[in-house]
């Protein structure tokens, strides 16, 4: 299966893909957990991407386009993905379109988690993650059992650098900007499915299987 996860900063693509991994067994690849892991090791590419990273911008396509098409050839990507926070704008969605028709196999679908502008803020300031688990909190509306601790792992919840009140708001304008028209592009090639994002989340995961259990295979 290959699929897009499409949705403003907070909207919980991060979650949903965490439970659409284990269902499907592919892997999410997550543009940003690939240049946060970049900054983290202090490479050439991460320095690169860090200051766009912090200052809420996308980083540049050349660099984003080129750890996608590692990351596509690797051996666990064969049978299928889960797209998280890539494309990011028309020219990404485009540049995959072709990596795709080249080796056969068109992306699916475009899953979209409507989230109201509004909500956004609160859910990316309140945000905690835990590094080694990979769980993701809440402190307003999903937190841990005890304040800072990872409920799986026991390790100590952080906050991601650009969740802060100002980088998030620059986010949110990038988004609009540059990411929210790749809405209107899926829905133009027929792919685009539509997912109410502001309920429990695993009601939307059950929209989410309602949709892709159909497309395995
Ligand atoms: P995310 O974890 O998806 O919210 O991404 C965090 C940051 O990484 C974004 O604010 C961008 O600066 C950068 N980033 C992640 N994915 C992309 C992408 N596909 N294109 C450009 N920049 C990206």
Aim: one cysteine or more; hydrophobic letters at 40%.
């Amino acid at each position: 299966m290959r699929i897009v996860l499409l949705g403003a900063p907070g909207s919980g693509k991060g979650t949903q893909s965490k439970f659409l991994v284990e269902r499907y067994n592919i892997p999410q690849i997550s543009t940003g957990d690939l240049l946060r892991a970049q900054v983290t090791q202090g490479t050439p590419l991460g320095l690169e991407a860090k200051q766009a990273m912090d200052n809420g911008q996308l980083v540049s396509d050349a660099i984003v386009l080129g750890m996608i098409r590692d990351r596509l050839g690797e051996a666990d990507a064969q049978n299928g993905f889960i797209l998280d926070g890539f494309p990011r704008n028309i020219p990404q969605a485009e540049a995959l379109d072709v990596m795709l028709a080249e080796i056969g196999k068109p992306l699916q679908a475009a899953m979209l988690l409507d989230v109201p502008f509004d909500d956004l803020m609160r859910r990316l300031t309140g945000r905690r993650t835990a590094v080694q688990s990979g769980m993701i909190y809440n402190i307003y509306t999903n937190p841990p059992k005890q304040e800072g601790i990872c409920d799986v792992s026991g390790e100590a919840l952080v906050q991601r650098a650009d969740d802060n009140e100002d980088t998030v708001a620059k986010r949110l304008h990038t988004f609009e900007t540059q990411t929210a028209p790749l809405i209107e592009f899926y829905d133009q090639a027929g792919k685009l499915h539509r997912i109410n994002g502001q309920r429990g989340m695993d009601v939307i995961f059950n929209d989410f299987c309602a949709i892709l259990d159909p497309l395995k295979a």
